[in-house]
Nanobody, 125 residues
Framework: QLQASGGGLVQPGGPLRLSCEASGGSLDDHTIGWFRQAPGKEREGVSCIRASDRNTFYAASVKGRFTVSRDRVKNAGYLQMNSLTPEDTGLYYC????????????????????WGQGTLVTVSS
């Protein structure tokens, strides 16, 4: 099972770090994807980090502000979010997919088969 955590209320410009923890299995052979869904909007692929080569990919809207990472020892993935804006508000999910997902579809939710419950991020003053 996957569990995303670390969400909360943060002021514009502030940081948050989300965690994705797995129980009952290893994340080591799986690409980890981060997705978000704002009210009334479709789920958006924010970032992903492949298991095969640890390459990372980002949505244009978060590139330079968000950093995705993974920790083999802790069996967890992370999404460091900096310079948050109200447009980053939403329910954030982590998910796992195949060991290697090609770049063009790495942020496509259709290629992920295990999902955790989301954690809510609210950016507001």
């Amino acid at each position: 099972q996957l569990q995303a955590s670390g969400g909360g209320l943060v002021q514009p410009g502030g940081p948050l770090r989300l965690s994705c923890e797995a129980s009952g299995g290893s994340l080591d052979d799986h690409t980890i994807g981060w997705f978000r869904q704002a009210p009334g909007k479709e789920r958006e692929g924010v970032s992903c980090i492949r298991a095969s080569d640890r390459n990372t990919f980002y949505a244009a809207s978060v590139k330079g502000r968000f950093t995705v990472s993974r920790d083999r020892v802790k069996n967890a993935g992370y999404l460091q979010m900096n310079s948050l804006t109200p447009e980053d508000t939403g329910l954030y999910y982590c998910a796992t997919g195949a060991r290697h997902i090609i770049a063009s579809i790495c942020r496509n939710p259709s290629y992920y088969d295990k999902w955790g419950q989301g954690t809510l991020v609210t950016v507001s003053s």
